[in-house]
């Protein structure tokens, strides 16, 4: 398993040791191979690509790119934000998977009964639908919900007392579509599940791990 760690947008970067340390770490003790990719064609090289909080606009090109490898090959693409459109990036995100039946709101998600660290922004939930062997509870900080249509898989949704700005409850917060081809494009409304402050809380580790090596 081979995963691009893209560094062609903007991204919050793998080798940021404060912040990604412990997913690189356990990681590789899992086989998984993770590498920071600075060019885009050589992303696509990769098992998974992973474009974690994308600063910057994907172009025309880069959208047609995306679509043959999602279409054409077994891979698969990870996207991921922050609640209330931060920095634009749900919106940069939108840019491609909204043409999925993905769509990142521009709010957050709260709960006020399962939280930590005296904030409801940072979120537990046990509703999780994939991706789920041996994983309980995670916790999904300052979280974009999603708005999905058909044909799109639910992969982690809030408790029932969890609510979007816009009073939804219960919000997606992780989605997935699949492809003919066996691709999958997987769109998380939260860039921080997997840092050093959530990986290693709750069964974090277990999901992330999950996710990579496709434990569905």
Same mark, same amino acid.
């Given at each position: ?109 709260? %709960?006020?009964?399962?939280? *930590? ?5 940072? &979120?537990?939930? !046990? #509703?999780?639908? @994939?991706?789920?062997? /041996? ?44 492809? %003919?081809?066996?691709?999958? *494009? ?5 860039? &921080?599940?997997? !840092? #050093?402050?959530? @990986?290693?809380?709750? /069964? ?13």
């Amino acid at each position: 398993m081979k995963v691009a760690w893209s560094a062609t947008h903007r991204e919050f970067l793998l080798s940021d040791g404060y912040y990604f340390s412990g997913l690189y770490r356990e990681l590789s003790k899992k086989g998984i191979i993770m590498e920071e990719v600075e060019d885009f064609d050589k992303l696509f090289e990769y098992d998974v690509i992973v474009f974690n909080y994308p600063e910057n606009p994907f172009t025309d090109e880069e959208k047609k790119e995306i679509r043959k490898l999602l279409e054409s090959y077994k891979k698969k693409i990870i996207f991921t934000t922050h609640f209330r459109n931060k920095d634009g990036v749900s919106e940069i995100c939108n840019g491609i998977t909204r043409d999925y039946g993905i769509y990142i709101l521009p709010e957050g998600v709260k %709960d006020e009964k399962f939280y *930590l660290e005296d904030d409801f922004l940072i &979120i537990t939930t !046990d #509703n999780i639908e @994939l991706y789920n062997q /041996d994983v309980k509870e995670v916790v999904f900080p300052y979280a974009a919900p999603l708005h999905i249509e058909d044909e799109v898989d639910v992969v982690l949704r809030g408790r029932e007392t969890s609510f979007t700005d816009s009073n939804k409850n219960s919000p997606i917060l992780i989605a997935q579509k699949r492809f %003919d081809s066996g691709g999958k *494009l997987m769109v998380c409304g939260s860039c &921080i599940f997997w !840092d #050093n402050f959530s @990986l290693f809380r709750f /069964d974090n580790l277990r999901f992330v791990i999950n996710m990579f090596l496709d434990m569905e």
